[in-house]
């Protein structure tokens, strides 16, 4: 014996239930205390160029900091400068020999 598949009166019943459940739940999300925070605004495009501007210096940071490592036998560190270097050189700290 096969089984009949449910008639088109059956989906559409279906289809109005599911329909009546989303809207119940959409109404329950709305009435929550969530629903009136406000969600966070795209970035600007003045954020957006400064987070690649910094992204491009912290490029060019890690490049001097590698030629300077594989050129040189100094110590050196990525740090803002107040005179735009991208890396500075640093004494090593040593422990004196009692």
């Known amino acids: ?7 088109p009166g059956f989906q559409n ?9 989303l809207d119940k739940e959409k109404r329950r999300l709305m009435q929550s205390p969530g629903a009136n925070i406000p969600l ?4 600007s495009l003045k954020e ?10 912290a490029a060019q ?3 001097a900091l590698q030629h300077a490592h594989v050129h040189s036998s100094g110590f050196f560190i990525t740090q ?3 005179f735009g270097n ?3 050189p ?4 040593l422990e004196p020999d009692f």
Request: charged share 25%; glycine share 2%.
């Open 1 to 7: 014996m096969a089984a009949n598949p449910p008639g």
């Open 13 to 21: 019943k279906t289809r109005v239930a599911i329909l009546a459940e």
């Open 40 to 43: 966070s605004p795209r970035p």
């Open 48 to 57: 957006v160029r400064d987070s690649a501007e910094q992204q491009h210096i």
């Open 61 to 63: 940071q890690k490049a």
């Open 80 to 82: 803002d400068s107040s």
């Open 86 to 88: 991208l890396i500075l």
């Open 90 to 93: 640093v004494l090593p700290r």
